[in-house]
C-alpha cells in the first residue's frame, strides 16, 4: 500500500535549521508530485511547496521563499524539507502529502498524507 | 492568492443528523475543490476530490457539489466516527489554499 514515513519530532533553538525527511513506499517515487504542508497547534493548514521527484524542480510558497528548501533522493524514494532562520512562529507539524502523478492532465488533491513531524522552536 | 472561507466555523449536531459544510473561493475555481477530514493528532484524509468525486474507500454518506465559487460538503446521516474538522481545498492556482476549517462537535 502507498505510505509516506516522516522522521521524529524535532526541538530547535531560534535560528537554527531543521531537515525533516518523507520515506515513500507502495508506488513509483519518480511519478508523483510531493507536497510540504504545516499546521500551527490548533490553526488550520498552510501549504509550504511542491516537488517534482523525477527532476527535483520545485516551487515554493511565497512567504518560505529564501528559507525553506525541498530536495529528494531517488535511491531511497525519500524526499527532505529544510526550513532554516526558525523562529518561534515555525513551531508547527510539517506534513508530505502526494499529489497526481507527474503526467496528470490537470488537478491537484493530496493522498495520502505522511503522519506528520512536530517541530518545536524555543529557546 | 485565492481566498477560501468555510462556513460555520464550528457546528454541533446529533449522530444521525444531515449536515452540510459550505466553502466558498475568492474567485471562479471551476470545480478544482477539495475537502479533507482530519481527526486530533492525525493528518488530514482526503474525502472528495474535484468539487464531487468520492475517494475510495470513503463512505458514501459524504458528498459534494458545487463549482465556481460556492461549494458544499454534505454528510448525509452522521456516525460517531464524523466528528472531526473539515477542510476544503482549492487547486485551481498556485498556491493551494485550504479553508480555516469546521470544526463538526457531538451535541
Known amino acids: 500500500q502507498v505510505q509516506l514515513v516522516q522522521s521524529g519530532a524535532e526541538v530547535k533553538k531560534p535560528g537554527a535549521s531543521v531537515k525533516v525527511s518523507c520515506k515513500a513506499s507502495?508506488?513509483?517515487?519518480?511519478?508523483?508530485?510531493m507536497h510540504w504542508v504545516r499546521q500551527a497547534p490548533g490553526q488550520g493548514l498552510e501549504w509550504m511547496g511542491i516537488?517534482?521527484?523525477?527532476?527535483?524542480?520545485?516551487s515554493y510558497a511565497q512567504k518560505f521563499q529564501g528559507r525553506v528548501t525541498m530536495t529528494r533522493d531517488t535511491s531511497t524514494s525519500t524526499v527532505y524539507m529544510e526550513l532554516s532562520s526558525l523562529r518561534s512562529e515555525d513551531t508547527a507539524v510539517y506534513y508530505c502529502?502526494?499529489?497526481?502523478?507527474?503526467?496528470?492532465?490537470?488537478?491537484?488533491?493530496?493522498?495520502?498524507w505522511g503522519q506528520g513531524t512536530l517541530v518545536t522552536v524555543s529557546s | 492568492d485565492i481566498q477560501m472561507t468555510q462556513s460555520p466555523s464550528s457546528l454541533s449536531a446529533s449522530v444521525g443528523d444531515r449536515v452540510t459544510i459550505t466553502c466558498r473561493a475568492s474567485?471562479?475555481?471551476?470545480?478544482?475543490l477539495n475537502w479533507y477530514q482530519q481527526k486530533p493528532g492525525k493528518a488530514p484524509k482526503l474525502l472528495i476530490y474535484?468539487?464531487?468525486s468520492l475517494q475510495s474507500g470513503v463512505p458514501s454518506r459524504f458528498s459534494g457539489s458545487g463549482s465556481g465559487t460556492d461549494f458544499t460538503l454534505t454528510i448525509s446521516s452522521l456516525q460517531p466516527e464524523d466528528f472531526a474538522t473539515y477542510y476544503c481545498?482549492?487547486?485551481?492556482?498556485?498556491?493551494?489554499?485550504f479553508g480555516q476549517g469546521t470544526r463538526l462537535e457531538i451535541k
Open positions: 502529502a502526494r499529489d497526481l502523478p507527474v503526467d496528470a492532465a490537470a488537478g491537484s488533491w493530496f493522498d495520502p
Open positions: 507502495g508506488y513509483t517515487f519518480t511519478s508523483y508530485y
Open positions: 516537488i517534482n521527484p523525477s527532476g527535483g524542480s520545485t
Open positions: 474567485q471562479s475555481i471551476s470545480s478544482y
Open positions: 474535484a468539487a464531487s
Open positions: 481545498q482549492q487547486s485551481y492556482s498556485t498556491p493551494c489554499t
